[in-house]
């Protein structure tokens, strides 16, 4: 271990880039990791237009470098590598890559949430050709256009409801009968004029060529779409914090509007954390939040 950092700050998206930034600016000695290149999910996201002060938009993997450059302009360093194991309990906290060990006395866990995949074949030849995880965030290409939506909870029927106000036509394609969603998103489905509910149906194949141009559920039928959203929940990067902190039951690490997690110096931001919307924009208030409440922590330990 070369030396203790006063944080370590686990995965380079816009939550952990922003918490970098206001540590570094603060003073304090810190070191990200992060696998493979700064933006995270936002990294593949072609143009972030809902984030405030980028008039034009901007693409997803030019503000995660922008992020990177900020915070690194402040004194933050960089490491890349994957994290395998962490002890987090005590004073000082070991982080371990396969190849390093590296200390310190605040730990700040940034590692977002991927979307569950469907798992038909050529899923992810796809993806960005006709294959969408965010409806939000790649909806406007199908303006007039027919797309699907895979699922039946909040986030399936909120897409397809926001889908609607913006293509020709919506399926709405769910493996049940009844929906997991809130009764205020069926009420709305249900007075939605584009949108066709198949119930007890699923995606079996894609139809494509250069890229989707329909699919083929599992009774057989065929549909013509422009686009399949796949909206059935998201896996948090949280399995190797399993047994150290609380996790609710979908695997996000439980943290309030603090991000304070169960052991103390640790913090949850971004997507990994429970939290009702997320988007850059809350990751990264939680990046600053957690700085804030890093620096008292790191003031009562001294
Ligand atoms: P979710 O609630 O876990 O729903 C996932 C949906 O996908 C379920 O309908 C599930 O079907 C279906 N599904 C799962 N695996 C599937 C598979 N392999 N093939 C086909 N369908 C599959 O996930 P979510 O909708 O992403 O929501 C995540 C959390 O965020 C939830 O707590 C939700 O309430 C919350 N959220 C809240 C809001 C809001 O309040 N405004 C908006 C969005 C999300 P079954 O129902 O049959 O299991």
Avoid at 4 to 16: E, F, L, N, S, V
Avoid at 189 to 211: C, G, Y
Avoid at 243 to 248: F, I, M, P, S, V
Avoid at 253 to 277: C, F, H, M, N, W
């Amino acid at each position: 271990m070369e030396r203790i950092h006063d944080m370590i700050i686990i995965g380079g998206g816009p939550a952990g880039y922003t918490a970098a930034l206001y540590a570094a600016r603060a003073g304090l000695d810190v070191l990200v990791i992060e696998r493979m290149s700064a933006g995270g999910q936002m990294a593949v996201t072609d143009t972030i237009d809902n984030y405030s002060g980028f008039s034009e938009g901007i693409p997803g993997w030019e503000l995660g470098m922008k992020m990177q450059a900020g915070a690194e302009r402040f004194g933050a360093v960089t490491k890349y590598g994957e994290v395998v194991s962490a002890e987090l309990e005590g004073n000082i906290k070991k982080v371990r890559t396969s190849s390093d060990e590296f200390g310190a006395r605040t730990v700040v866990i940034a590692t977002g949430a991927n979307p569950r995949e469907l798992g038909v074949d050529r899923e992810e030849e796809f993806v960005s050709r006709g294959v969408h995880y965010c409806a939000h965030c790649d909806g406007r290409f199908y303006k007039n256009k027919v797309v699907a939506v895979v699922g039946g909870g909040n986030s399936a029927l909120e897409d397809a409801l926001y889908l609607s106000r913006l293509a020709a036509k919506v399926y709405l394609i769910h493996r049940r009968d009844s929906f997991r969603a809130s009764k205020i998103y069926v009420d709305a489905l249900s007075k939605s004029t584009n949108i066709e509910f198949l119930a007890n149906s699923s995606v079996a194949e894609l139809i494509a060529d250069e890229r989707v141009t329909g699919i083929r559920l599992a009774d057989g039928r065929e549909l013509e779409i422009n686009g399949l959203f796949v909206s059935i929940g998201r896996k948090p990067a949280s399995d190797i914090f399993r047994g150290q902190l609380k996790l609710d039951e979908g695997g996000y690490i439980v943290a309030d509007e603090s991000t304070r997690t169960s052991i103390a110096g640790v913090y949850a931001i971004g997507d990994v954390r429970t939290k009702p919307l997320r988007q850059v924009v809350t990751a990264v208030g939680d990046g600053a939040v957690a700085v804030h409440f890093a620096e008292e922590y790191l003031a009562e330990c001294d």
